[in-house]
């Protein structure tokens, strides 16, 4: 079994000089915490080597010198990497996700550039995937690949993470593009987030948008059960942490201690970006440096900031302040042994950067808006034996794992400066207790679990969902079917209404019958080895005005009325609804906009088809709550089907319909068709050797399964032809 990982970038980055192509590491942390991950798998790349390349020729050098690390370069050419990379991908989805929406930039040439970087993914992926790989779509940049690749290789296991986080869905709705990019993510079997803030935006917008309904974690959709879930992302723990036994790291240690003697260290790590907050931190610091002069040549913040996205015009910007803010505070506050900023434009390399963390007293790490932020992680693992104190924004993912930092809102400048003020003061005591239980948490949750649990996952996902794929109602099963139909001498055919016969309305009294379905179950009921039954939740009178004059059975409110030569009979015991019961159904309706309430004689029913996904999320467990004591005390049965909170007498189910009609005749074949919750009764009732087919979403108790609704009457004049 192969690892097949498709990211923006490779691991390795091409570059040229003198017409020579060399190669080096990416910079980044997706790149460098894949890369370096040691699964019981072999690991294939696909992705960007970083440059620009014209001729075929050296494609094909650089393509056969990757090839060597099983990495299959994907080239863009200056136009895509602008309007891809710079454009769609960092001018509007990066802002956008990232809370900035002021810098979100529009551009129709930007949106044709992603589908189409995309699509070249996708042709590399065709040349590389085999059937049994298993498929890890890295990030934002690729957010339509999933589909296109579901869409060209059936029955792969495909596996997206989002590195960043995801917006809620207030700001994800201005996408024009919002509903392509949803159902590109959708074609996946596991979709992983960091946190479950950014887990819940994503249902949250897919919901709306798309008009989904989750269960949980999972939704149902185009056969296959896709799974959200939150899955932090770590760093190679033990790597940093005995980083320090090196001799050469320990040297730079000790250099830099010197360099800092007596003062202490605040260290910053950053790429440039408006997400860090690296103004407000530079605010932060010189509003301390103004209200704590005592602290004037005591304490030195030593700023690491890496050259990113240069030329997208809003970093420059960036750039522009950075190197402002850094020298207007360096003018103000510096003597002649003290500088209060040290600042470097450039990445330091592991064992530069490892001796700070080390020595640094202090981690400042104060991100506006951050996906995980491992930065923060790295300072925790390199200290090893040292006390620290990271001051972290509560805006960064890792603020929910690393509870013993000091959590400050990274919009507040007075925060800023009073966390410094506490992290110098802290007593050594405390400094150690938080940091080893710091360390704790992130030697767990390392990137090697991080993958593997992921991984497991999405494998135990796909396995699943190829053998519900099993249950897809393909021809070839569907022929064997009407083989035996056709072989019959007398046939029970059970037929549920709303969502099987009909499709769903907004307005349940608007789903009544076209002539289309009147007509074909006139057909259906003509053969007299036939005999059709349609058992719905409807109550009887609706039932009896739409098919009254046809020649078929009808149960109505689950087998509480059945329809027998000619006339309905009671099949339960009602009374009249208790008043404290009604009053909870229509207080939760009144205060629910576009929902309904249904008064049958044995059931009442909540609708809210409707209604906002989180809104009838809330009120349904509202509801329900509520209805719990009262129904208990009446012997009353909850049921929650699709997009209703029924309740209902428990003498009669669907299933006891069924036992009451084999009690009468027996039959030589029988199928059943339904898609909701309360059609598992009628499943499960029915004697071995039936065809059971469930709608949409997967069913335990069927056999078979169909994905829409509209196709149970072309199945219907099939099995007739």
């Not at 301390?288 to 040549?297: D, R, V």
């Not at 150690?432 to 360390?439: A, D, E, G, H, N």
């Not at 009764?681 to 335990?700: Q, R, T």
Request: with cysteine.
């Amino acid at each position: 079994m192969r690892l097949v990982i498709i990211a923006n970038r490779l691991p390795l980055k091409a570059s040229r000089e003198n017409n020579e192509y060399s190669f080096s590491k990416s910079e980044g942390g997706l790149a460098t915490g894949l890369d370096s991950l040691n699964l019981d798998l072999e690991k294939i790349w696909i992705g960007w080597p970083g440059i620009d390349v014209k001729y075929e020729e050296d494609k094909k050098l650089i393509t056969n010198r990757l090839r060597e690390y099983n990495f299959h370069p994907v080239f863009l050419s200056k136009r895509q990497i602008h309007e891809f990379y710079e454009g769609y991908s960092n001018s509007k989805l990066w802002p956008l996700c990232h809370y900035f929406y002021a810098l979100v930039k529009y551009d129709n040439k930007h949106w044709n550039a992603y589908k189409e970087v995309n699509s070249l993914f996708l042709s590399k992926a065709a040349e590389v995937i085999r059937k049994d790989d298993i498929i890890w779509v890295q990030d934002y940049h690729l957010m339509l690949l999933p589909q296109m690749i579901r869409e060209l290789r059936v029955g792969v296991s495909i596996g997206y993470f989002h590195h960043i986080p995801f917006p809620s869905y207030e700001l994800f709705r201005v996408l024009p593009e919002r509903a392509d990019i949803l159902k590109g993510l959708l074609g996946c079997d596991l979709i992983g987030f960091h946190t479950h803030e950014y887990m819940r935006h994503f249902i949250s917008a897919s919901e709306r948008v798309l008009d989904l309904s989750y269960s949980l974690d999972k939704v149902w959709t185009d056969n296959r059960e896709v799974y959200v879930d939150t899955y932090p992302m770590g760093i190679n723990y033990q790597k940093f942490n005995d980083a320090i036994l090196d001799p050469n790291i320990q040297r730079l240690a000790e250099e830099l201690r010197l360099n800092y003697i007596d003062k202490k260290l605040i260290l910053s790590v950053d790429r440039l970006d408006y997400s860090k907050g690296i103004i407000n931190r530079l605010k932060g610091y010189a509003s301390f440096l103004k209200n704590n002069p005592e602290y004037h040549g005591k304490i030195s913040l030593t700023m690491i900031i890496v050259p990113s996205r240069d030329t997208v015009e809003s970093y420059a910007d960036l750039k522009t302040k950075v190197d402002q803010t850094i020298g207007a505070i360096n003018g103000q506050y510096s003597k002649i042994n003290w500088t209060p900023v040290n600042y470097f434009y450039h990445s330091f390399s592991f064992e530069e950067l490892v001796a700070m963390y080390y020595v640094a007293d202090i981690a400042l790490v104060t991100p506006l808006r951050d996906g995980m932020n491992l930065v923060a992680k790295e300072y925790v693992a390199s200290k090893r034996d040292l006390s620290g104190v990271l001051i972290l924004s509560e805006m960064a993912g890792a603020s929910i794992e690393l509870m013993d930092a000091i959590l400050i809102n990274p919009n507040e400048i007075q925060e800023i400066e009073d966390s410094i003020l506490k992290a110098i003061k802290m007593p050594e005591e405390e400094k150690v207790k938080s940091m080893k239980r710091m360390q704790a948490v992130v030697s767990r949750q390392t990137i090697e679990k991080w993958a593997g649990d992921f991984i497991t996952e999405l494998t135990t996902i796909g396995s699943r969902n190829k053998e519900l794929n099993k249950k897809m109602l393909y021809p070839q099963k569907e022929n064997i079917i009407k083989s035996r139909y056709e072989k019959a001498d007398s046939r029970l055919i059970l037929l549920d209404y709303d969502g099987t016969l009909m499709a769903f309305k907004s307005r349940p009294e608007d789903a009544y019958p076209d002539e289309y379905l009147l007509g074909l179950l006139t057909r259906l009921s003509e053969d007299k080895k036939n005999n059709v039954v349609i058992s719905s939740g409807r109550d009887h009178n609706t039932l009896e005005q739409w098919f009254g004059r046809l020649n078929i059975g009808l149960a109505a409110e689950h087998g509480a009325f059945y329809k027998e030569n000619g006339e309905w009979v009671e099949n339960v015991h009602k009374e009249t609804w208790d008043e404290e019961i009604l009053e909870i159904f229509r207080k939760v309706s009144d205060k629910t906009p576009r929902s309904s309430l249904e008064i049958k004689e044995t059931a009442l029913v909540w609708h809210f088809r409707k209604v906002d996904p989180w809104l009838a999320a809330m009120r349904s467990q509202q509801l329900v709550n509520a209805l719990i004591a009262p129904c208990t005390r009446h012997n009353l049965h909850i049921v929650k089907g699709n997009k209703i909170i029924e309740v209902k007498y428990p003498d009669c189910t669907k299933g006891s319909e069924v036992n009451r009609l084999l009690a009468l005749k027996s039959y030589d074949f029988i199928m059943a068709i339904g898609d909701d919750t309360t059609d598992e009764d009628m499943f499960n009732a029915l004697p071995p050797g039936s065809v059971s087919i469930k709608i949409g979403n997967m069913s335990e108790a069927a056999n078979f399964n169909m994905l829409k609704q509209t196709d149970v009457t072309t199945f219907l004049e099939r099995l007739m032809a």
